[in-house]
């Protein structure tokens, strides 16, 4: 089977690149941030034979700013419902809940660390 490239005429423009939107990029942060929290935690397991304990809160954090930044990006964008009052109604429930999970989240895992 020939390579299409190799069919196509010099002098013919290709397709211009279709790039991931405002709001696929946050949640592709959010899933980095998800795989960095699960490395962390399994090497410190095999590091230590220890389970990290208490740190749910702490994984309730990502996807807390990833609902947050897509409710103001989906607001910039035009495609938010309900106007800017509920894009700011929901952005602040979410640092409200981000800071409220994380206020409950370190200090459980520095216990885990004896501190």
Do not use: H
């Not at 410190?44 to 389970?51: D, K, S, V």
């Not at 740190?55 to 035009?78: H, K, M, S």
């Amino acid at each position: 089977m020939p390579d299409e490239k190799q069919n196509q005429d010099p002098g013919q423009q290709s397709e211009p690149p279709v790039y991931a939107s405002p709001v696929k990029r946050a949640w592709a942060w959010v899933g980095i941030s998800y795989m960095l929290i699960t490395l962390a935690t399994f090497t410190y397991y095999l590091a230590t034979a220890r389970i990290l304990t208490g740190i749910g809160p702490l994984l309730f954090c990502p996807a807390l700013a990833g609902l947050g930044a897509t409710a103001v990006l989906r607001y910039r964008t035009g495609e938010g419902r309900g106007g800017p009052v509920a894009c700011a109604v929901l952005t602040a429930l979410c640092a409200v809940l981000l800071l409220l999970n994380l206020g409950i989240g370190i200090p459980a895992l520095l216990r885990n660390f004896g501190g």
